[in-house]
């Protein structure tokens, strides 16, 4: 049987057309694997270096947000609230967004030290409790810790090393000296000065002492009011000196003001021992255990919510503008140091200049 001609020439060009193809479509694989290993890390880092900066408000952004508490009708805490549960009210038109953040996974914390009398060993011993609660908010946290007696040290600038804020806690006693409360609740205020605005970053302040100014040349209103409109909250932990009054030992009290930091602010005063315990024979200050109140901070703080508001650029222009944020029913919550509400009234003055800071305040109840 005879075989067909074959034509050399054309199978040797279908050989090297295959052959070309196949070729071609390895490289072009070997290509996109490339192009996929190179560009993934690129893709990667862009979208974290994004949510860092998505994370850091800028002045210019008019994001203004405070701390709020938010109960149920059995005055549970209510830590299951969104943005959708939120309802504005706002006929002037002056935000453009509503802000709602639960709990805190991180802190700017300032402890100021009243260095006066016996306080000094006290919180000497106390350091480790209180830096316990600084390392329980995450890596990016940030501490730093100021002493008072008649003037306020910023002796521990912000660090998210606990080293420095560690040694800090050791001071010499400032014996027979006057004590400058408010003037060191200032100087932690205006500490927060050189950090960056980060959204879901607390501001707290812990200021321990005995309660007693009488050097201060600050006065504790406008203290409170830039605290507030720095969104900033102060913890007062009070070691209070004691006094016979109606033939009984009393708490001698603290300097007018001084609990208002707390309560004004958004934070709490916890007050440390009584008359009994200080009249108990076993009764030893330096034995003063305050990590229960350090536990009930951080409890706080994580049960918290930050509401905040965009304002928009209808609300820059000087003058008092007013609106209203309620929660649905059977919730309330609590702004500031005022009672608790299912709704409350809030009003916003927003300088024309953009670097002036706006002015936030809530209707009495």
Do not use: W
Not at 29 to 46: K, S
Not at 155 to 178: I, K, L, S
Not at 249 to 259: D, E, H, M, N
């Amino acid at each position: 049987m005879l075989l067909p001609a074959v034509n050399v020439k054309t199978i040797l060009l279908t050989r090297s057309v295959v052959f070309l193809r196949s070729f071609a479509q390895s490289c072009l694989r070997i290509l996109c694997i490339i192009v996929a290993l190179v560009a993934f890390p690129l893709i990667h880092v862009h979208a974290q270096e994004s949510t860092n900066e998505d994370e850091v408000v800028k002045v210019s952004t008019d994001l203004l947000v405070f701390p709020i508490r938010v109960r149920d009708k059995r005055g549970q805490a209510a830590t299951t609230l969104t943005e959708r549960d939120l309802s504005l009210k706002d006929d002037d038109h002056v935000t453009s967004g509503l802000y709602l953040y639960p709990g805190a996974d991180r802190v700017a914390l300032v402890f100021a030290l009243d260095q006066s009398g016996s306080l000094r060993e006290i919180v000497s011993q106390q350091r480790e409790a209180a830096l316990a609660l600084f390392g329980r908010f995450g890596e990016r946290s940030r501490v730093a810790v100021i002493h008072f007696a008649e003037k306020p040290s910023l002796v521990a600038p912000f660090g998210r090393d606990t080293v420095a804020a560690r040694e800090a806690f050791r001071f010499p006693v400032r014996a027979n000296q006057h004590t400058a409360i408010f003037d060191a609740a200032a100087a932690a205020v205006k500490a927060f000065d050189v950090l960056p605005r980060v959204r879901s970053e607390r501001r707290i302040v812990v200021l321990i002492s005995d309660g007693l100014d009488n050097a201060s040349t600050m006065k504790a209103g406008p203290v409170i009011q830039a605290a507030f409109q720095k969104q900033i909250s102060f913890y007062v932990i009070h070691l209070p000196l004691f006094e016979p009054r109606d033939g009984r030992l009393a708490v001698r009290s603290p300097a007018k003001g001084f609990r208002d930091l707390a309560e004004k602010t958004g934070g709490k005063y916890f007050l440390v021992g009584t008359a009994s315990s200080a009249l108990a024979p076993q009764a030893d200050k330096t034995n003063t255990d305050l990590t229960p109140i350090f536990q009930a901070i951080e409890e706080d703080l994580r049960s918290q919510y930050l509401l905040g508001f965009y304002a928009g650029d209808a609300s820059r222009d000087g003058r008092d503008h007013r609106f209203k944020v309620s929660l649905p029913a059977g919730v309330e919550y609590q702004f500031g140091g005022y009672g608790y509400s299912r709704t409350h009234e809030f009003f916003i003055k927003m300088p024309r200049d953009s670097q002036e800071n706006p002015q936030v305040k809530l209707r009495e109840p």
